[in-house]
């Protein structure tokens, strides 16, 4: 699976987007994009995924560059709630389902 | 549906004690993973089964650790012994057969293992 990096965290106004980047550049054309997020003290939740096209869900946005070299999740009016750490992780389809994560980007959504 | 239910929660007990960890995945889900996290280390995964048979168990850190699934709804992780290294938070998750690159995790709160 291809190597993620992130800013290690992020502030956002409560109310605002957050617009959380990552990059992939050596991601191969059958890795797919997924977004988890961790509150604190609990286990990772499943945000979104994507392979190349843009996609949006009830929870947040996904934007995919072109190239596919880099990506930006969009929780489109940050709450409080939001507060956690977000995963970035390529994964290739057809390859086992486990799921390596880094070290993610801590957002504080601020009051 | 209940989700992955993990016990115990927390969990104290002393270095050369035995420690079970006990994992109910998803009804349906016939893929099952366990991870552990610590503030060093991150979430490393342990091992993971597909269809209750263990298909990589190359996270397992040594010959202390040890991980059962006798069937499709229960999974156990045991340390024996156990060392303060070994204090983290587990967690197991679970996963169904969704097609390609659907991938969901769906994870369960944790158990907090802390070993004097």
């Known amino acids: 699976d291809a190597k993620t990096t992130q800013p290690p965290s992020m502030d956002c106004a409560e109310g605002r987007a957050a617009n959380l980047p990552c990059n992939h550049s050596?991601?191969?054309?059958?890795?797919?994009v997924y977004w988890y997020r961790q509150i604190h003290s609990q286990g990772p939740q499943y945000i979104i995924h994507?392979?190349?096209n843009n996609e949006t869900n009830e929870m947040a946005s996904l934007i995919i560059t072109e190239d596919r070299k880099s990506s930006t999740l969009i929780l489109p009016h940050a709450t409080l709630r939001d507060t956690a750490v977000y995963y970035c992780i390529a994964r290739a389809s057809g390859s086992a389902r486990q799921l390596t994560f880094g070290s993610g980007t801590q957002l504080t959504v601020l009051p | 549906d209940a989700g992955v239910i993990q016990s115990p929660r927390h969990e104290v007990t002393e270095m050369g004690q035995e420690v079970t960890l006990r994992c109910k995945p998803i009804?349906?889900?016939?893929?099952l993973f366990w991870y552990r996290q610590t503030m060093m280390r991150g979430l490393e995964l342990l091992i993971y089964?597909?269809?209750?048979?263990?298909?990589?168990d190359s996270g397992m850190p040594e010959d202390r650790f040890s991980a059962k699934m006798p069937n499709a709804s229960f999974s156990t992780l045991k340390i024996q012994p156990s060392e303060p290294r070994d204090s983290a938070v587990y967690f197991c998750?679970?996963?169904?057969?969704?097609?390609?690159?659907?991938?969901?995790?769906?994870f369960g709160e944790g158990s907090r293992l802390t070993v004097l």
């Open positions: 998750a679970s996963s169904g057969v969704a097609g390609e690159g659907t991938g969901e995790l769906f």
């Open positions: 994507g392979l190349k």
């Open positions: 089964f597909n269809n209750n048979v263990p298909i990589d």
């Open positions: 009804s349906g889900h016939d893929y």
């Open positions: 050596t991601i191969s054309g059958n890795e797919y």
